[in-house]
């Protein structure tokens, strides 16, 4: 990154959120800054302000700011690098009958009604849980420029979508959702194999995958793919 680039993101005016209970960290303490909604947020930006360990959700673009913890660890795997495991590989192998489709839009009921399932069944601890068709559409429905659905279908039947926005150098993966009657797919994995995939298609540099955070179950998943860069500072270092 220039040194241009690197001043413009730092005059970026950022609102935080008072001091509330961290969803990943028990007993801790969060809070977050989000990048003025009022910017004029360009391809070019959001792409660099990934770049710094930002991410989307929804309409906004945010970045942990918490006074006594830096547990939150940006994550991303370089395409050209990555490997996939043996137990990728069956992955792969097991989700090979699916008709996967890349969309700038969906059918937001059908899409709901399995994300509702999938929040109720997996993440009732969460606080995403009890699911709305509002927060859904507030969460997923408001797609940018460069937003795509990457849809899973078993037939006809939709099981599963990964939400992603495609910058000029990278994929940002922003959420992925389906149907829990499927569980022994590995959706999840298969999805982010998937973006791997299409990022070497693209000539892409990167996946992001959000926050990696060594203290949460939840999180551990994202070092089964390797190699992996983890953001430490302001440098993106390769982890085991």
Same mark, same amino acid.
């Given at each position: 990154?220039?040194?241009?680039?690197?001043?413009?993101?730092?005059?970026i005016?950022?609102?935080?959120?008072? $001091?509330? %209970?961290?969803?990943?960290?028990?007993?801790h303490?969060?809070?977050?800054?989000?990048?003025?909604? =009022?910017i !004029?947020? +360009?391809?070019?930006?959001?792409?660099?302000l990934?770049?710094?360990?930002?991410?989307?959700s929804?309409?906004?673009?945010y970045?942990?700011?918490?006074?006594s913890?830096?547990?939150c660890?940006?994550?991303?795997? $370089?395409? %050209?690098?990555?490997?996939?495991?043996?137990?990728?590989?069956r992955?792969l192998?097991?989700?090979? =009958?699916? !008709?996967? +489709?890349?969309?700038?839009?969906?059918?937001?009921?059908?899409?709901?009604?399995m994300?509702?399932?999938?929040?109720n069944?997996?993440h009732?601890?969460?606080?995403m849980?009890p699911?709305?068709?509002?927060?859904?559409?507030?969460?997923?429905?408001?797609v940018?420029?460069f937003?795509?659905?990457?849809?899973?279908?078993?037939?006809?039947?939709l099981?599963?979508?990964?939400?992603i926005?495609?910058?000029?150098?990278?994929?940002?993966?922003?959420?992925?959702?389906?149907?829990?009657?499927?569980?022994?797919?590995?959706?999840?994995n298969?999805?982010?194999?998937?973006?791997?995939?299409m990022?070497?298609?693209?000539a892409?540099?990167?996946v992001?995958?959000?926050?990696?955070?060594a203290d949460?179950?939840?999180?551990?998943?994202?070092?089964?793919y390797?190699?992996i860069?983890?953001l430490?500072?302001?440098t993106?270092n390769?982890?085991?």
């Amino acid at each position: 990154m220039s040194t241009d680039q690197s001043r413009q993101i730092e005059r970026i005016k950022l609102l935080k959120t008072a $001091p509330h %209970a961290c969803s990943y960290l028990a007993g801790h303490k969060a809070s977050t800054g989000f990048v003025d909604p =009022d910017i !004029n947020m +360009t391809t070019d930006l959001y792409a660099r302000l990934s770049e710094n360990g930002f991410r989307r959700s929804g309409t906004y673009v945010y970045t942990p700011m918490c006074s006594s913890c830096n547990s939150c660890v940006s994550a991303r795997i $370089p395409a %050209a690098q990555f490997l996939p495991s043996r137990s990728q590989k069956r992955c792969l192998k097991t989700n090979n =009958d699916l !008709n996967v +489709t890349r969309l700038s839009s969906v059918d937001i009921d059908e899409h709901y009604a399995m994300y509702a399932d999938y929040i109720n069944q997996r993440h009732s601890d969460g606080d995403m849980y009890p699911p709305t068709q509002k927060q859904f559409e507030d969460f997923l429905g408001k797609v940018w420029d460069f937003t795509q659905f990457i849809e899973f279908r078993l037939d006809q039947k939709l099981i599963g979508c990964a939400i992603i926005d495609v910058l000029p150098d990278a994929i940002s993966a922003i959420y992925t959702y389906f149907d829990p009657v499927e569980d022994r797919r590995g959706l999840g994995n298969f999805a982010v194999l998937y973006q791997v995939a299409m990022a070497k298609e693209l000539a892409l540099t990167h996946v992001y995958l959000g926050y990696w955070i060594a203290d949460c179950k939840k999180m551990s998943y994202k070092m089964q793919y390797q190699p992996i860069e983890l953001l430490q500072g302001n440098t993106w270092n390769l982890s085991k």
